[in-house]
Every structure is written in structure tokens, then in C-alpha cells.
């Protein structure tokens, strides 16, 4: 990576479109769509407070704002819907602008991203900022901790726009890091793209997932023609390292930690990650739970660790296939699973073995329950995500006129749904049919 440099952005953001004053550039400019009136929250009850993770401080960066404007055009006009099979950045000016004041503006890459996602209508982008050299640039984007790689995640299938955005919230309720995140209305070229979800590129950083020398960020996914993904011997588990240049020495690390715990010994396990990975994924009943777009960590001192959760669109019963769609049974029992990766479970295969784990599990559940996870610490953090979309939810729906049609991989009853506040109202219900089921399983 090419040496980075900060810009230090100071943002003052008040919720629900306050008057916003910002670092660098302060220049009032219009930006296509006219800002929409703000409206209250409708929740009746206001979230508790975040816990947050170690690696950084509590700031605003956990302030939920207003929905911000991102205005990107590629130089020589080049549209990157043309070529979404492309990994290399696309060079390109970005503005970002809150209430029609410019807050940022300068060089970046962009291109589309993501697996079956790149085949959408709506395209999903990896963003990265540049300075005036078209190098890696440190940006506070949005009052985040300042970076230089993220995503630009466009919410189609997920017809509430806020899938992705209410399980990291949840995931970091409680203490564990998931990627922040910010909404944000896309222009590209200066064609409206509708509603975007500005996050955090998950990655080892001081603030994101902070790791030290010696130890590792691995990803269990998709398999590509790459040397870093590695094979473990007993679980036969297929892992990319995405962060640690001695491959070998991940992979002999990984097969004393996996020996280990098949063999009943958890002591090298991070075993309330484990514990808190299952929560989520079961709370969500995420397709892809276990097996892929899952993050894993290894310690310098060989502790093996879970998370952070990233991808969960297909979570919180919008997807048709693997019973994700109903609110009763655990994920990991339908009878297509595992489905597209048969190994990636080997290593839950064994913790579910053990009594210690399912007591572990069935404590943290109703601690979480009893607090940041209570129906209405849930409904709080969608009715205030919902609050900061509503004056751009209609454009959005213009833009992308999908509202009552089924959008793989929707629950064939998205038909029946012709409407936002219907697909947040269903949102709502499954949620709460879900942890009902969730207490009744882990009652005892």
C-alpha cells in the first residue's frame, strides 16, 4: 500500500438534519435532489447507549445523521455499470455534501463489487479516497473514523434499506466491532442512483478491526484463483487470509487450534465470540450464517476468534431458499444447509457438542435480551434508521420502482408488499417472531 495520509474533517452533525458545519470545505452547493423536511422519530422508546468496541473511541461516529449526498463522476465519462465483472479502480471526483453544503470534495477509485450483487439493476460500489495524486488517502468521511477504503452498499433485494445497517448496530450494542455506517443518497455521472449505505471496508486497522504483528484477518467465502486462500487438514475448511504474509504459518496455527478443538479443547477458542457469531447470525437467520461473507480472527498468541459479521441482506426473512424466510428453527438445521460451502460448520459442528457452549450460549442470550437486544431496543434502532430515511425513501422507490415485485432473493410474500412502511412494517413482525422463538429454545 502506498503511504497514507490524513484529512482531518471536524464535523458537527445534530441528528435528523441540524445545521452541519465541517472541516475543510464549506462551500454551499447544490447538489441534484433538493433536501427533504426532516420528521421525528417515531419510536417511543430511544435506544440505549452504544457499547463500543475497544479498538476506538466513542464519538460521533455513532451518531445516526441525516442522509448525506455523494456526488462521484469518472473521468472521460466511463460508466462503471458497463463492467461490473472489473476490479481495477476507475479513476474518478467525489463531492460530499450535507443539506447542500460541501463538505468534501477530491480524487477517488471506484468500482462495482460484490458476488451475486454485481448482477443487480442497482449496483453496490468499493470506494477508495486518493489525494491529488490518485493515491491513498485517510478521509473522515461523514464524521467515520478516518480511512481510505469503503463501500458504497446499494440496498436492493432488501426492500427496508436498513438490513445491513440494523445488524451491525445491533453487532456493536453489544460490544463487538461491526463495519459504521451512514446513509447517503448516489449520484454517478450525474444519474440519481437512489438510496446508498456508506460503510467501513472491514479490515485490519487501528480503527476497524485492530490487530497486532503476528496475528491474522481471514474470510471464509467464495472461492477464487488467488494463493491466500488455504485449506485446513481435519475441518478441510477453505479460508482466505487477507491479512498476515506468512501463509504457512497461518495455516500450522490454524490446524493446532482446529486439532484442539475437535478434540473437545477450547482453551485457544475466543469462545464468547463464538457464542455472540451465533447470536447474530441466528437472530438474522442470515444465508450466508457460518459459511460465507464470515470474518474470522487469529491472535498473536493463537486465540481464534469470530466476526466481525459483514452481509446481511439476506438476513431478517428476505431470502426464499434455506427456510430463511421463517421465524422458527435454528439456521443451521434446515435441510439445505450448509449448502454452498459443506465444510465451513466443521468448527461449530464441534462447540454444539458441548454442554459448556450451549450454556454459554443460552446466558449470553438472555443477557443480551435483558438489554440492547430487548423488542424494544430492536424496534428503537429500526424506527430511527427509518426517521432518517423517510424524506428520501420515495425517490429512491422512483428511481428503483420494485416495491411489490419479488427481487431474488426475496420471500415469495414480497409480492403482497407494495409499500415501504409494509416491508418495514413485516420487518418489524419477523423480528419479533424470531427472538419469541429465540427465548423459547434458549429458555433453559
Known amino acids: 500500500m502506498v503511504t497514507r495520509l490524513a484529512t482531518s474533517i471536524t464535523t458537527v452533525v445534530v441528528l435528523m438534519g441540524s445545521l452541519v458545519a465541517c472541516g475543510e470545505t464549506t462551500q454551499s452547493v447544490a447538489f441534484t435532489t433538493e433536501p427533504e423536511p426532516t420528521v421525528e422519530k417515531t419510536s417511543e422508546e430511544a435506544a440505549k447507549p452504544l457499547a463500543?468496541?475497544?479498538?476506538?473511541?466513542?464519538?460521533?461516529?455513532e451518531v445516526l445523521s441525516a442522509v448525506a449526498e455523494i456526488s462521484i463522476i469518472l473521468d472521460e465519462g466511463v460508466?462503471?455499470?458497463?463492467?461490473?465483472?472489473?476490479?481495477?479502480?476507475?479513476?474518478?471526483?467525489?463531492?460530499?455534501?450535507?443539506?447542500?453544503?460541501?463538505?468534501?470534495e477530491g480524487r477517488a477509485g471506484i468500482h462495482v463489487r460484490g458476488n451475486t450483487s454485481r448482477d443487480f439493476d442497482k449496483k453496490s460500489f468499493a470506494l477508495e479516497t486518493w489525494d491529488d495524486n490518485?493515491?491513498?488517502?485517510?478521509?473522515?468521511?461523514?464524521?467515520?473514523?478516518?480511512e481510505e477504503d469503503w463501500i458504497l452498499q446499494g440496498p436492493f433485494s432488501d426492500k427496508s434499506?436498513?438490513?445491513?445497517?440494523?445488524?451491525?448496530t445491533l453487532s456493536r450494542d453489544i460490544g463487538r466491532y461491526a463495519a459504521r455506517t451512514r446513509f447517503v443518497e448516489l449520484e454517478v455521472n450525474g444519474d440519481y442512483r437512489g438510496v446508498y449505505v456508506l460503510m467501513e471496508k472491514i479490515?485490519?486497522?487501528?480503527?476497524?478491526?485492530?490487530?497486532?504483528?503476528?496475528?491474522?484477518?481471514?474470510?471464509?467465502?467464495?472461492?477464487?484463483?488467488?494463493?491466500?486462500?488455504?485449506?485446513?487438514?481435519?475441518?478441510?475448511d477453505d479460508l482466505k487470509v487477507e491479512w498476515n504474509n506468512d501463509i504457512d504459518d497461518v495455516v500450522s496455527r490454524l490446524d493446532s487450534i482446529e486439532a484442539q478443538l475437535l478434540a473437545g479443547d477450547f482453551n485457544s477458542l475466543d469462545l464468547k465470540s463464538f457464542v455472540d457469531h451465533m447470536l447474530?447470525?441466528?437472530?438474522?437467520?442470515?444465508?450466508?450464517?457460518?459459511?460465507?461473507?464470515?470474518?474470522?480472527?487469529l491472535s498473536e498468541?493463537?486465540?481464534?476468534?469470530?466476526?466481525?459479521?459483514?452481509?446481511?441482506?439476506?438476513?431478517l426473512g428476505n431470502a426464499s431458499y434455506f427456510e430463511a424466510w421463517m421465524t422458527e428453527g435454528w439456521h443451521y438445521e434446515n435441510s439445505e444447509f450448509p449448502g454452498d460451502n459443506p465444510r465451513g460448520f466443521c468448527w461449530?459442528?464441534?462447540?454444539?457438542?458441548?454442554?459448556?457452549?450451549l450454556e454459554l450460549r443460552r446466558e449470553r442470550w438472555q443477557m443480551y435480551r435483558a438489554g440492547a437486544w430487548s423488542d424494544a431496543a430492536i424496534e428503537a434502532r429500526i424506527d430511527e434508521a427509518v426517521a432518517v430515511l423517510q424524506p428520501v425513501v420515495d425517490k429512491n422507490f422512483e428511481r428503483w420502482p420494485i416495491l411489490g415485485e419479488v427481487v431474488w432473493p426475496n420471500d415469495l410474500a414480497a409480492e403482497g408488499r407494495t409499500t415501504f412502511t409494509e416491508e418495514i412494517t413485516y420487518l418489524k413482525s419477523w423480528v419479533r417472531q424470531r427472538t419469541a422463538w429465540m427465548d423459547r429454545a434458549l429458555r433453559s
Open 280 to 297: 447474530i447470525v441466528e437472530l438474522g437467520r442470515n444465508v450466508d450464517g457460518y459459511v460465507l461473507s464470515t470474518w474470522i480472527t
Open 348 to 357: 461449530y459442528e464441534a462447540l454444539l457438542e458441548s454442554p459448556s457452549f
Open 79 to 104: 460508466e462503471p455499470d458497463e463492467f461490473p465483472y472489473r476490479r481495477e479502480w476507475m479513476p474518478a471526483s467525489i463531492a460530499v455534501f450535507i443539506d447542500s453544503i460541501l463538505i468534501h
Open 161 to 168: 434499506l436498513i438490513r445491513n445497517h440494523l445488524i451491525y
Open 301 to 315: 498468541d493463537d486465540i481464534l476468534g469470530m466476526g466481525p459479521v459483514w452481509d446481511y441482506n439476506g438476513s
Open 203 to 236: 479490515k485490519r486497522d487501528d480503527v476497524r478491526v485492530a490487530l497486532p504483528s503476528g496475528a491474522a484477518l481471514l474470510k471464509r467465502d467464495w472461492l477464487e484463483d488467488n494463493d491466500a486462500f488455504i485449506q485446513t487438514t481435519a475441518c478441510r
Open 52 to 61: 463500543i468496541a475497544d479498538q476506538y473511541d466513542k464519538d460521533n461516529s
Open 134 to 146: 490518485d493515491q491513498d488517502h485517510d478521509v473522515a468521511l461523514l464524521g467515520l473514523p478516518a
